[in-house]
């Protein structure tokens, strides 16, 4: 049995996160010591390592909890965690996008500044206009 301390230990994962997970319902309440210390076994262990690493995949908290559900039912079927997962995919893919136009409109920024003097900086200039910004962000898909 394993300590809270010694399971975020174990884990790389806070003692405060790892009672955040167990307030939502995340890590399920685990035994306690005649002392009245958390106490965590295997289970706990695993359950916690599988949070950490959907985490570090980029899934919300509400999909971890929705894989830990269809975990919990073995004669589900797959589909549902497969279903899951192209939704966090498409989610990559759309961060990944919207990234590569920040980096090619970041690049072409710095390509246009050629100048001198702060006064005439391109990239100042562009940062400048949140007229050009907003006109952006209100169009659809943006």
Do not use: W
């Not at 970041?106 to 246009?112: D, G, H, S, V």
């Not at 001198?116 to 007229?131: G, M, N, P, Q």
């Amino acid at each position: 049995m394993l300590s809270i301390g010694m399971l975020a230990k174990r884990t790389g994962t806070n003692v405060q996160t790892i009672r955040y997970y167990e307030q939502i319902g995340l890590m399920p309440e685990p035994d306690r010591s005649a002392g009245g210390q958390r106490r965590y076994g295997d289970e706990g262990l695993d359950r916690l390592a599988f949070i950490r690493h959907a985490r570090q995949l980029g899934f919300s908290l509400d999909a971890i909890r929705e894989l830990l559900d269809l975990s919990d039912t073995p004669e589900r079927s797959c589909a549902q965690v497969d279903a899951v997962a192209q939704r966090q995919l498409r989610e990559v893919e759309a961060r990944i996008a919207r990234l590569e136009a920040l980096r090619l409109e970041l690049k072409r920024m710095i390509n246009e500044c050629s100048v001198d003097r702060v006064a005439d900086c391109r990239i100042l200039e562009v940062l400048r206009d949140h007229e050009e910004c907003l006109a952006d962000h209100d169009r659809p898909g943006a």
